[in-house]
C-alpha cells in the first residue's frame, strides 16, 4: 500500500518513506487478463504454452519484474488445467512458469494435453492469488475467479494449431509444405487454349503415438489428362531427422529422409514403387543481383540431394515389360532478388537415371531435368506482382519434355505457405 | 543475467537471419515472404538458441512468421514474448542434467 500521509512528524515520515517501497497492490479484473495458447518449440521443449496476458493493466514503460519471478517461482500458486465440470485434468508444472515483458508463460509438453485442449473448455485454476511484481516496485494480483472467468472461453486449440503441434512432435519435416496450388495455364502456341492446374502437398502424421511415421501425398493433376508434366505420389511411410539447426551453416544443417510409397502419372496408366533416401541443407548464396540494395534478403538456395529406387507396377504402353530403375539427383529452390523490386525464383531438378534397359524402353536420356523459372515485380505495400514463368523440362514418370511460357498477372504468386495450412493461391 | 531488451532481441534476430540469408543494412524492414519452410526453421531454431544463451525462453513456429508485416514487428514481437528463466546455459549442465561444477577463475 502506498503511503499517503507522510513526513507529519518526523518520525512517522522516515517509516512512510520505507513502506511506500512496498507499494500498491491492484487486484486485477478477468476482463483485463488475456489467456492463449501457443503452439511451437524452444531449444529444450516442443509443446503448448499457456500465456496469461497482462498487459491490459501494466502501465506504459512498466514491465513485469522478470528476475524477481524467477527467483520467487517457489512461493507461486498451484497451476490446474480444469475442464467445465471443475474436474482436474493437468496440473502445470510451476516450475516450468516464467515471465516476459507483460506475461506469465507456463509450457507443457505431454502427449495428452493436446486433445484436452482440442476437445473441451478448459480454464486454468491456481489454488492462491498470484502476485506478480512489476519494475515500479507494484504488485498485480491475479485471483483464481478472474482468471478461470478470463480462461475459460479462450483455451481451444485450433485445428491448424493442433497439426502443428503433432508435426513438429514427429521431428521438424522441412521439406514440404501442406498446400494446394489452383491455376490456370496458357499456351503460347494457342493463345484460346486453357488448362486448369492443380499441384498438391500433404505431409501429415497419422497416428500421435508413433511421431516418427509421418505419411506424405504429392503431385500436380491437370484438366488436359495427357498433361506429360503431371504426376502423382502417395508415400505411406517417411522417416527422418533434422540436424544442425542451432548453427544453420551450409552442408552441416539439414534434413535427412526416407520414403516409401507409390507413384505415377496422372490417369495412372503409369505407376511404381518408389524408395527414396533424400537429404536438404542451405548452400551459400550463388549470385548477387541486388546491385548494393540494402533493401534486399538474400536467401541462401535450399538444396535437395536424392536417390531414388524405381520398381515398376504397370505400363499401359509395354505391360509385359516392367523394369527396375533409379535416380540420382537433385532440386533446387532459389530466390533470388533483383535490384530493389525485382525478383527470380527458381525451383528445379535434375537427375542422373539409373537403368540401362530401363532408360532405353522409356527412352529417356542420361540426365533429366525439370525447371520453373519465374520473373516478378513487387509493388510496393501488395502482393500483388507482375509474372513472366518459364517452365522446361521433363517428367521423370513420362520422361516427356514440355516447354512452357505463362504470362500475366499473379496474387502473391510466391508466396511459400507454411506447415499446417493449406491456402489456394490464385493466379 | 538480465532479461531481454530489444537490443538484445535484434541481436538474435539478426545473428539468426545471417544463419539463412545474406545482407547488408539494417534487417528491421526485411520481411518474410518468400521463404522456403526450410529457412524458417533453420531462423525459429538458432533464435530459440540465441535467447536461450541469454536465459530467457521463447516458444516459436514457422507459421508465426507470415504474421508479420517486417522483420522490425518480430523482433517487437521476441523482445515481448521471451519469458525469463535463469537457466544456466546448456554448456553449463552434464549430461546427466545436473550442474557442471564452474571452473575456478
Known sequence: ?427 | MPPIDRSSAKECVTRSLKRIADFSGDVENFDFKYWHKFHKTAFIDAIATCISKKGSRIVLNEAMLDNFKNVGEFIDFVKSKSAYVQEPEPNLLEKDGNLRPRPFV
Open chain 1, 1 to 427: 500500500m502506498k503511503c499517503l500521509k507522510p513526513l507529519l512528524f518526523g518520525f512517522i515520515g522516515l517509516v512512510c518513506v520505507q513502506t511506500s517501497a512496498s507499494a500498491d497492490d491492484t487486484i486485477v479484473p478477468s476482463n483485463k487478463i488475456k489467456v492463449n495458447l501457443s503452439v511451437g518449440t524452444t531449444t529444450t521443449f516442443t509443446g503448448i504454452a499457456v500465456e496469461i496476458e497482462l498487459k491490459q493493466v501494466i502501465p506504459e514503460r512498466i514491465s513485469i519484474d522478470r528476475a524477481n519471478f524467477a527467483a520467487t517461482r517457489a512461493t507461486l500458486p498451484r497451476f490446474e488445467l480444469r475442464d467445465e465440470q471443475n474436474l482436474v485434468t493437468f496440473e502445470l508444472d510451476r516450475n516450468s512458469a516464467a515471465a516476459a515483458e507483460s506475461m506469465i508463460q507456463l509450457v507443457e509438453q505431454r502427449a495428452e494435453v493436446i486433445e484436452q485442449f482440442s476437445n473441451r473448455r478448459n480454464y486454468v485454476f491456481i489454488d492462491k492469488p498470484m502476485r506478480v511484481k512489476l519494475t515500479n516496485g507494484d504488485y498485480l494480483v491475479v485471483t483464481p475467479k478472474a482468471l478461470m472467468e478470463a480462461s475459460l472461453t479462450n483455451l481451444v486449440l485450433s485445428e491448424q494449431d493442433r497439426e502443428m503441434w503433432i508435426q513438429a512432435r514427429g521431428g521438424a519435416h522441412t521439406l514440404y509444405q501442406n498446400r494446394i496450388d489452383f491455376g490456370i495455364r496458357g499456351d503460347v502456341a494457342d493463345t484460346a487454349r486453357r488448362e486448369f492446374i492443380l499441384s498438391f502437398s500433404y505431409f501429415g502424421i497419422p497416428v500421435q503415438s508413433t511421431p516418427w511415421w509421418s505419411v506424405a501425398a504429392k503431385g500436380q493433376i491437370s484438366s488436359n489428362k495427357n498433361d506429360p508434366l503431371s504426376k502423382i505420389g502417395f508415400f505411406p511411410l517417411t522417416v527422418g531427422q533434422t540436424f544442425g539447426f542451432e548453427e544453420a551453416k551450409p552442408f552441416t544443417t539439414g534434413e535427412i529422409r526416407a520414403w516409401f510409397g507409390v507413384e505415377g502419372d496422372q490417369p495412372l496408366k503409369r505407376t511404381r514403387i518408389n524408395g527414396s533416401l533424400t537429404y536438404t541443407t542451405m548452400l551459400p548464396n550463388l549470385i548477387d543481383l541486388t546491385f548494393g540494395s540494402q533493401k534486399r534478403l538474400r536467401l541462401k538456395p535450399v538444396v535437395k540431394l536424392s536417390v531414388e529406387y524405381w520398381d515398376e507396377i504397370n505400363d499401359y504402353a509395354v505391360p509385359d515389360k516392367l523394369l527396375k530403375g533409379g535416380r540420382i539427383g537433385g532440386e533446387i529452390y532459389y530466390f533470388v532478388p533483383v535490384m530493389e523490386r525485382y525478383s527470380l525464383l527458381v525451383e528445379g531438378n535434375v537427375g542422373f537415371i539409373l537403368g540401362d534397359q530401363f532408360k532405353k524402353k522409356h527412352g529417356a536420356e542420361d540426365v533429366v531435368s525439370r525447371f520453373d523459372i519465374s520473373l516478378g515485380y513487387e509493388v510496393p505495400d501488395a502482393d500483388l506482382k507482375i509474372l513472366a514463368k518459364y517452365s522446361f523440362g521433363q517428367n521423370d514418370i513420362s520422361f516427356m519434355r514440355d516447354d512452357r511460357l505463362l504470362l500475366g498477372l499473379a496474387i502473391d504468386l510466391f508466396r511459400m505457405v507454411s506447415g499446417g495450412q493449406t491456402e489456394a493461391t490464385v493466379r
